[in-house]
């Protein structure tokens, strides 16, 4: 049962256009959303995060949008970079389970010069 | 900064041989998370741990155990390694002390083959 899903595996973009990831997620009990970013032979680092009282969190060019009543969030990258190319994970959390994470799958973003 | 460093980056291991992995920490970070990624998977939750001493199952426990005695430290131990534990491990550690909205911080990553 996965509750936090990336349905698309990958996306190209263009550099300089707007990428855009998207998330959805089952599970109405999740109050802490997070976007991390993952090189090849690396660990994940984190990027933005935003709490579900909010519907936008923005820390420079990454700005994430969360709607909850469609159970979705979007991390937008305005402008996009060659080195935002990555696999960016959406997670989610809820209260009173330990600070456990719930991952969706990852969606691979190749940002052409 | 926070700091999680994993003993290895790249291990290889034989069927049935016991294999240990190490993660330390050292922000005095009360939870520690032990996740295998593969691909189309995500990332899939272990063993967690919010204490010395204290263990909790993840998501995919079977043929994994933990240890963690030290605080800054968290063992992930696989019993007999079988060629579907063949993955990238990754270790974690988040603040705790109550609050949801935790960030975790994740090590390098060990990658293990198992053959």
């Known amino acids: 049962d996965q509750q936090v899903k990336q349905n698309s595996p990958s996306l190209s973009v263009q550099e300089g256009r707007i990428s855009i990831l998207n998330c959805d997620y089952t599970?109405?009990?999740?109050?802490?959303f997070l976007w991390y970013k993952k090189y090849p032979a690396e660990g994940p680092t984190f990027l933005i995060s935003i709490s579900s009282i909010k519907d936008k969190n923005e820390d420079g060019r990454f700005t994430v949008f969360l709607n909850k009543s469609a159970k979705h969030l979007s991390l937008h990258i305005v402008p996009s970079q060659p080195g935002d190319s990555a696999v960016y994970f959406c997670a989610a959390s809820m209260y009173n389970q330990g600070g456990k994470l719930i991952f969706g799958q990852g969606t691979e973003l190749s940002v052409k010069p | 900064d926070v700091k999680v460093t994993q003993s290895s980056r790249y291990l290889v291991k034989r069927t049935g041989e016991k294999v240990f992995l190490e993660c330390v920490q050292d922000?005095?970070?009360?939870?520690m998370f032990w996740y295998r990624q593969d691909p189309g998977l995500g990332l899939r939750l272990i063993y967690f741990s919010y204490d010395v001493k204290m263990k909790e199952k993840g998501d995919i426990p079977e043929g994994y155990s933990v240890s963690r005695e030290k605080k800054e430290r968290f063992s992930l131990i696989l019993e007999s390694a079988s060629t579907n534990q063949t993955s990238m491990y990754l270790c974690a550690s988040s603040l705790a002390g109550g609050s949801t909205q935790e960030t975790q911080y994740f090590g390098p990553g060990t990658r293990l083959l198992v053959l």
């Open positions: 599970n109405s009990m999740f109050d802490y």
């Open positions: 922000m005095d970070h009360e939870n």
